[in-house]
């Protein structure tokens, strides 16, 4: 088959969750056969410059980029509150992409057009207009729930009006679309479901995110001393920054104060002017690191304080891949399969961080025990070569 993937962002290099996610793709349908061609979205919120991405890797995807100003610009940002659309959406629409896309579908002919995220589904109209191919949402995460979750957390009255009406009018969107598509893949079963119900006549199926399980590290039978903390992960994504906020102000306290010579290691790019400025006992801020697996390897324990977002947190796969002992919440492990206590622990507040994180430290031989079971499940559900064979079979399905 030939598949166009239009991607929100370079899914080269990758090195945070959708680009990994995108990459997993672009690389799984070679390696499976398809022919692929890749038109992303360069934007002032991820930027790649096309000659520092490998020569093979852009001859054989075709790769393109369109540079979109992503910028949240006040004024269209208020006009947008009496539009009733989506502000999420319309920042991504751009006559130079349109113009690029139009030219790429009278140049071939293709038989799928796979939409990385929501945000690329603007060009539905205009991608039916000249070409013939199938269309699929591929979907990282059910979009507005993560902004609904956003907006239920915030204090500010004013700020929780504007992300509920962000939110409401995002869902809006989120439903027609799913209506517009000839199929969708949802990165998790529990995503599968809830887009069955809200686009009962659009053929879907949950395809996780795929890995090279050929890369998995032997996990070492005991722990090396002494343990520390560490998370890593996107820092301009919003969910990250609160659960991290949550994390120093309410649990690293108390952790600190009960084992004073514990550190917490956060590595991940864009990091906000508050982290990099931040002077707190035992917290280490790396900041962007080049390599994550070698950065995972030199440290115990992951830590992922999530209380908002959807999908499957990518990260905490690439960890438990890497044999790491992972504290996360419920909503951390959505899209998983996990079993708290067995390959991941999972805490709600902050005691039950304290106690989770604590039964590691006191017990270190189960820091190995439980990244061993974790890898193991991964290796199982993840896998990138038998990921590419069902997803090709749901291709071959909506084809037909």
């Not at 410059?49 to 980029?65: G, L, M, N, Q, W």
């Not at 115990?300 to 499957?312: C, D, E, K, N, T």
Request: charged share 20%; proline share 6%; with cysteine.
């Amino acid at each position: 088959m030939n598949i166009l993937l239009l991607c929100n962002k370079s899914p080269w290099p990758p090195k945070e969750g959708g680009p990994i996610a995108m990459n997993a793709m672009v690389t799984g349908l070679m390696q499976a056969g398809h022919l692929v061609k890749v038109l992303a979205i360069n934007s002032n919120k991820y930027n790649i410059p096309e000659d520092s991405i490998p020569t093979e890797y852009r001859r054989s995807t075709r790769f393109e980029t369109v540079y979109i100003d992503l910028s949240v610009k006040p004024w269209p940002a208020f006009l947008n509150l009496f539009t009733g659309r989506s502000y999420h959406v319309e920042r991504f629409i751009s006559e130079d992409f349109s113009s690029t896309l139009i030219s790429v579908l009278k140049t071939e002919k293709f038989d799928i057009i796979q939409f990385e995220t929501l945000f690329t589904t603007p060009y539905l109209p205009l991608i039916k207009k000249y070409s013939s191919a199938r269309l699929v949402l591929r979907a990282h995460n059910i979009e507005h729930l993560i902004w609904k979750r956003v907006a239920s957390k915030s204090r500010n009255p004013l700020k929780r009006l504007y992300l509920t009406h962000l939110w409401k009018t995002l869902r809006k969107y989120e439903f027609e679309t799913l209506n517009q598509v000839d199929g969708i893949v949802a990165i998790t079963g529990k995503d599968a479901e809830s887009f069955r119900k809200m686009a009962s006549h659009t053929p879907v199926t949950g395809i996780p995110f795929g890995i090279d399980t050929g890369k998995a590290v032997t996990v070492i039978a005991v722990a090396r001393p002494p343990a520390t903390l560490f998370h890593i992960g996107a820092m301009n994504w919003i969910p990250n920054q609160e659960g991290i906020r949550w994390f120093l102000q309410k649990v690293w306290p108390v952790l600190v104060k009960k084992y004073p010579d514990l550190t917490f290691h956060l590595a991940g790019r864009e990091m906000p002017a508050w982290l990099k400025n931040l002077k707190m006992k035992g917290v280490v801020v790396d900041g962007e690191v080049p390599d994550a697996a070698r950065y995972m390897e030199n440290h115990s324990i992951m830590v992922v304080p999530l209380f908002s977002g959807s999908g499957i947190r990518i990260k905490i796969v690439e960890g438990m891949l890497a044999g790491k002992a992972i504290v996360t919440t419920a909503i951390g492990a959505e899209g998983i399969d996990c079993s708290n206590g067995d390959n991941i622990l999972i805490a709600g507040d902050r005691d039950a961080f304290v106690e989770k994180i604590g039964l590691l430290l006191e017990n270190p031989s189960l820091i190995p025990e439980i990244g061993s079971r974790a890898q193991k499940t991964v290796i199982r559900n993840h896998d990138n070569r038998q990921l590419m064979r069902k997803i090709s079979d749901f291709y071959r399905d909506i084809l037909h």
